[in-house]
């Protein structure tokens, strides 16, 4: 990974700064190459919990989003791992 970057799983991750839109923070990334994390484990969610409150942050955007009744990842992939908060998703 390059310098400002964690790996984890063959993966590298970077907390991006700003309050921005989802499809902004999409693009932002792919502008580096990059994509809006896709979470498929309780280990990977772990981890990026850990990059998250390190980083100082509280919300944050994920590649997961809603496609009429289904959720599916930015990348492409299928759903294949949840860990919503009690309630949710509510919207």
């Avoid at 990059?34 to 979470?39: E, F, G, K, R, V």
Wanted: proline share 1%; glycine share 10%; hydrophobic share 30%.
């Amino acid at each position: 990974c390059q310098s400002g970057w964690r790996e984890h799983n063959n993966h590298c991750y970077k907390l991006m700064k700003g309050k921005v839109r989802w499809s902004l923070a999409k693009s932002m990334c792919s502008t580096i190459g990059a994509s809006l994390a896709s979470i498929t484990n309780s280990d990977e969610n772990n981890f990026i919990k850990d990059i998250i409150s390190k980083g100082g942050e509280w919300a944050v955007w994920i590649g997961l989003r809603r496609n009429g009744s289904s959720w599916k990842w930015a990348d492409g992939s299928k759903v294949s791992y949840t860990n919503w908060n009690q309630g949710e998703p509510d919207n």
